[in-house]
Structures are given as structure tokens and as C-alpha cells.
């Protein structure tokens, strides 16, 4: 059974809904997983745009979830119903919170990548998409990805 990500409000590759955009409450999405990776002590979740014009932008980092969880509500970040022990690292926005599609122009992809990791970080509530990466080398027992598509109606 492969490790899998998935959304009760989008389908993989699926247009986002804009309850979790810019456009409408800005909540984070509820996720849910399973077949998580046998030996995993936590999990971490970066959601990013590859599309943004400046590269990639971070809208969304969260570590150290506990492997007995399996899901996230809706608006988990927002409404600080995140795991207990869970952190939420810094977003391109300099928040420590998720924040949704806000695309400049066009539909732009936002992948939700969710890693079992075989160790556990020490808080930070100043952890980048770059510093989680570095810490998580040679600790990635497993990943799986979800993404959504965005497009403002302007």
C-alpha cells in the first residue's frame, strides 16, 4: 500500500476551492492520509507554488506531527487545531500560519507534500522550506504529494 495524501474538499490535480484562497476565508484545506511508513516518528507538510513569479513560494510548513495522526481539519492552521507537539515554520509572508493561492495572474499548481520522517526536529517557529529540507536529509522514510490548481476569477 503506498503512502498516500489526499483532500475531502479537491481532488489530486483538482481545482482548489476559493474557501482556501486569498479570495475567500484563506483556511487551510482538511488533508488526510494513510499507509503511513512503518518506523516514521513524525511527519512534516510543506505546500508550496513552483508558479509563483518570483519562483518557488511557501504558503504552508508544519513538522513534528505525531505518526498516530492521520488527518488534518479544515482550517487546522488558522484556527491553531494543529497537533499537539506540532510546529508551524515560516511561510513567504513571514507567518508562522498557512496562507492560501493568491495567484498574480493565471492558474498556478500548489503541491501539498507530506514526508514520514524516522526522527523528530526541536521546535522552531523560525523554520524555513530550506532549513526543513536541509534537517530532513537521510531522515525521509516515505512522501507523498497532492496538488491543487488556482485560478483567480478577477
Known amino acids: 500500500m503506498k503512502f498516500e495524501l489526499i483532500s475531502p ?3 489530486n490535480e483538482g481545482m482548489i476551492p476559493v474557501r482556501f484562497t486569498c479570495d475567500g476565508e484563506n483556511i487551510s484545506p482538511p488533508l488526510k492520509w494513510n499507509n503511513i511508513p512503518e518506523g516514521a516518528r513524525s511527519l512534516a507538510l510543506i505546500n508550496d507554488d513552483p508558479d509563483a513569479p518570483i519562483g518557488d ?3 504552508w510548513i508544519l513538522y513534528n506531527i505525531p505518526p498516530g495522526i492521520d488527518s488534518l481539519p ?3 492552521s488558522n484556527k491553531k487545531q494543529i497537533p499537539s507537539n506540532s510546529v508551524e515554520g515560516l511561510n513567504d509572508w513571514g507567518l508562522n500560519s498557512y496562507g492560501g493561492p493568491c495567484p498574480p495572474s493565471g492558474i498556478h499548481r500548489y503541491y501539498f ?3 514520514a520522517l524516522d526522527t523528530v526536529f526541536t ?10 529540507l536541509a534537517l530532513m536529509k537521510g531522515h525521509i522514510l516515505g512522501e507523498a504529494v497532492l496538488m491543487g490548481k488556482y ?3 478577477r
Open 113 to 115: 507534500k507530506l514526508y
Open 74 to 76: 479544515e482550517g487546522a
Open 57 to 59: 513560494w511557501v504558503h
Open 9 to 11: 474538499a479537491f481532488e
Open 123 to 132: 521546535a522552531d517557529n523560525k523554520m524555513t522550506k530550506k532549513k526543513l
Open 151 to 153: 485560478k483567480r476569477a
